[in-house]
């Protein structure tokens, strides 16, 4: 059974910076992709980054330039670096570990974290 572990939420007022964190229990790690998403109340769960196996990263515009997503192998984690926050990134966070289609342009996720709070409020 893979667990995903995310941690590093809270609450930041706008303009500030979170660092979220996510270890897995996942035997060869290195060879997946990992992504993080989010989701609000009432909406559908949104994809925010990917980092392939190999490092390639990718962003919804709506976080380009502000977040940054980066790979721990050896430690078998992945972390989203989130700044310039603003009120419209609010929602539940959910780190997901899967793999990218054959044209590698779309992200599956296959197993997921437990989601934790981001509130950017002042």
């Known amino acids: 059974q893979v667990q995903l572990v995310e941690s590093g939420g809270g609450l930041v007022e706008p303009g500030g910076s979170l660092r979220l964190s996510c270890a897995a229990s996942?035997?060869?790690?290195?060879?997946?992709?990992m992504g993080w998403y989010r989701q609000v109340p009432g909406k559908q769960r949104e994809l925010v980054a990917t980092?392939?196996?190999?490092?390639?990263?990718d962003y919804v515009d709506s976080v380009k330039g502000r977040f940054t997503i980066s790979r721990d192998n050896a430690n078998k984690s992945v972390y989203l670096q989130m700044n310039s926050l603003k009120p419209d990134d609010t929602a539940v966070y959910y780190c997901?570990?899967?793999?990218?289609?054959?044209?590698?342009?779309?992200?599956?996720?296959?197993?997921w974290g437990q989601g934790i709070q981001v509130t950017v409020s002042s």
């Open positions: 997901s570990l899967g793999s990218f289609n054959a044209n590698g342009r779309t992200y599956l996720a296959e197993y």
């Open positions: 996942k035997m060869l790690f290195s060879v997946f992709a």
């Open positions: 980092i392939s196996n190999s490092g390639i990263t």
